[in-house]
């Protein structure tokens, strides 16, 4: 059993560059969650998608950000234009939300960690 | 929005102590959640609640959601050098089943 993981790990780049990270949910796994994490602070969500379609996204998630997941399986995060302030922990989750409604936990992956110069 | 707050920020013990935190929240909670985080690696559930009042263990850990559904505890017994990392308490966010809020997090250090 494979759980979640997330490439690359680390990622250093230089401000005004763009950049894109990738999350390979638990095979079975229907619904897909990002969330940032900044020093000292828990995560915070900024997207999710059942299936393919994007059901919810954060106010945290500007512009320059953009989530996908086109077959529902893998999902992309890009963001455009970094600053600084993007330098963070950028999570992912997965769940299966059953036919009745019920929801099963989220499993994280290891994250991706941002360093913006 | 929710919050969570969790108490205390911070624990330093020596291994073989007992350790409790708990978390509280501005609005009522259905579920419950107990999650550890080792440096650079993602959360971990840990232990999960449903209902009021319920009490659930993990090995040595156990935790319980509050009657008012506000609040939940979690308590780790004799502690060892391992259960150092970061606990978050965190809960469904808003109307959607979704997205997850977490607490800032209990700092954990053992000393052996």
């Known amino acids: 059993d494979t759980g979640v993981s997330q490439d690359p790990r680390h990622k250093i780049t230089k401000r005004g560059q763009n950049v894109t990270f990738r999350c390979d949910p638990i095979?079975?796994?229907?619904?897909l969650y990002w969330y940032r994490q900044t020093l000292g602070q828990g995560p915070e969500f900024l997207t999710y998608f059942q299936n393919e379609a994007q059901l919810e996204k954060s106010r945290l998630l500007s512009d320059r950000f953009s989530a996908e997941r086109p077959k529902g399986s893998f999902s992309t995060l890009e963001i455009q234009r970094t600053e600084q302030g993007d330098s963070a922990m950028y999570l992912c989750?997965?769940?299966?939300?059953?036919?009745?409604?019920?929801?099963?936990?989220?499993?994280f992956g290891p994250g991706t960690r941002l360093l913006v110069l | 929005g929710q919050q969570l707050n969790q108490s205390p920020q911070s624990m330093f013990i020596q291994e073989g102590e007992d350790v409790s935190m708990n978390c509280t929240s501005s609005?009522?909670?259905?579920?419950w959640l107990w999650y550890k985080q080792d440096p650079g690696e993602g959360p971990v559930l840990l232990i999960a609640?449903?209902?009021?009042?319920e009490l659930t263990s993990n090995g040595r850990l156990t935790a319980q959601f509050g009657i008012t559904r506000k609040d939940s505890f979690l308590n780790i017994s004799a502690s060892i050098p391992s259960d150092v990392g970061i606990y978050f308490c965190a809960g469904p966010g808003g109307t959607s089943y979704g997205k997850l809020t977490f607490g800032q997090g209990t700092i954990l250090t053992v000393h052996p």
């Open positions: 609640l449903y209902k009021a009042g």
């Open positions: 095979s079975e796994h229907n619904r």
């Open positions: 609005s009522i909670f259905n579920t």
């Open positions: 989750a997965s769940s299966s939300l059953h036919s009745g409604g019920v929801q099963e936990t989220q499993y």
